[in-house]
């Protein structure tokens, strides 16, 4: 049960934004704004990052849903998603990217341990000023929302089909606030 | 030096604000939907929650100038207030409320799953409603992301103490906002 009284059968960070969507719809547009606007990372690579943080904060609901998110987008590569999980540094994505997710995972465990060498690492396999800003404020984003949804103990759904749901909503329509009939629809 | 390059002479978070406008947007409108309001918790609480973690997760320029805004409201003159919170609130004069949200707050910087239905209890056992433990938990895990984009960017901070109080007063008369006025003229 979670600690406060939110929508019941709704889960995880919807059930919040729908407590409370003053501070909900700032949520929401930070996520679309970080992972549908214009970057040099794709909208999957982008979701594969958001899963990796959530993964090593070991936030289910944030980690599925996300990875439902990735795998909808990746397509035809969708395995490579449970591969990076597993472990990134064997899994079959560029050295760039690779090296993103080694900064991610350092702004996940202590932001100020992200060197220069680190950076370097990344420029040398082309990342740009931009992939490094989007890749360290994704990972610290993911280190709030983790936060939220766990520290208020939200619903964590455990059955796969209703992230895969939500993953193909994610990847569709992206993050816009829950409205009422859309709700019911979700809870049926 | 910062790990991209800033425009120069903007603090902390104020760099990659700049640098990236679009997500600047729902940083300041979610800072100040969290922390300038007095509806449930204060400013005075708020301010104090949000210095409380950053101090914990060793963000100097977050820590400073909260720290510095907190005690603006606190009437906190020579930020010795503050400071004591930040060592051990456990000894400090705040209420029993704010000491049990506080640890709420403690358990969040740590991880999400830390928080435990007896911290939950205890500060509800002390008055705080529904609003107060969901606003401690999302003010707690805001400042695991806003330290961790500050840090993770290597951003520059000021050292002097009077730009800090400087810009805690503009904060506090004209609230969070994407233009960054809290510069001495």
Not at chain 1, 2 to 8: D, G, K, L, N
Not at chain 1, 39 to 68: D, I, K, Q, W, Y
Not at chain 2, 104 to 110: E, N, W
Not at chain 2, 122 to 148: P, S, W, Y
């Amino acid at each position: 049960m979670a600690h406060i009284q939110v929508p019941e059968g709704i889960p995880g960070i919807r059930s919040l934004v729908m407590y409370r969507p003053d501070t909900g719809q700032h949520l929401y547009a930070l996520a679309q704004a970080l992972l549908r606007n214009e970057s040099p990372l794709s909208e999957a690579e982008r979701e594969l990052m958001a899963t990796f943080v959530s993964s090593l904060n070991e936030c289910n609901f944030c980690a599925g849903s996300h990875a439902a998110a990735a795998r909808f987008l990746f397509g035809s590569e969708k395995e490579l998603v449970d591969q990076v999980i597993a472990d990134y540094r064997t899994a079959p994505i560029s050295n760039k990217l690779k090296a993103l997710l080694t900064i991610a995972k350092h702004v996940q465990q202590d932001a100020r341990t992200v060197s220069d060498e680190l950076v370097t690492e990344a420029r040398n396999h082309g990342a740009t000023d931009r992939d490094i800003h989007d890749t360290v404020l994704i990972a610290a984003t993911f280190c709030l929302f983790n936060r939220y949804v766990d520290g208020l103990a939200t619903l964590t759904p455990t059955n796969p089909e209703a992230y895969e749901a939500m993953g193909e909503r994610m990847g569709t329509i992206g993050y816009v606030m829950p409205t009422q009939s859309l709700n019911d629809a979700i809870k049926k | 030096m910062p790990h991209i390059q800033l425009p120069e002479g903007l603090p902390g978070i104020r760099g990659p604000m700049a640098f990236s406008p679009e997500t600047a947007k729902p940083l300041n409108e979610l800072a100040n939907a969290l922390l300038q309001t007095d509806e449930g918790l204060s400013r005075a609480e708020r301010e104090l929650i949000a210095t409380y973690v950053s101090s914990e997760n060793d963000c100097f320029f977050c820590q400073t100038i909260h720290g510095a805004v907190a005690s603006y409201y606190w009437g906190d003159e020579n930020g010795e207030f503050v400071k004591a919170v930040k060592e051990n609130y456990g000894l400090t004069a705040i209420s029993a409320k704010l000491k049990a949200l506080l640890a709420i707050a403690g358990s969040v910087q740590k991880g999400g799953k830390q928080v435990t239905p007896e911290q939950v209890q205890e500060a509800r056992q002390q008055g705080a409603t529904d609003k107060d433990i969901h606003d401690t938990v999302l003010i707690a895990a805001a400042f695991c992301m806003f330290n961790r984009y500050v840090d993770g960017l290597a951003t520059w901070a000021p050292e002097n103490p009077e730009l800090y109080k400087f810009r805690a007063t503009r904060i506090a008369e004209s609230g969070y906002t994407a233009d960054d006025h809290y510069m001495p003229k």
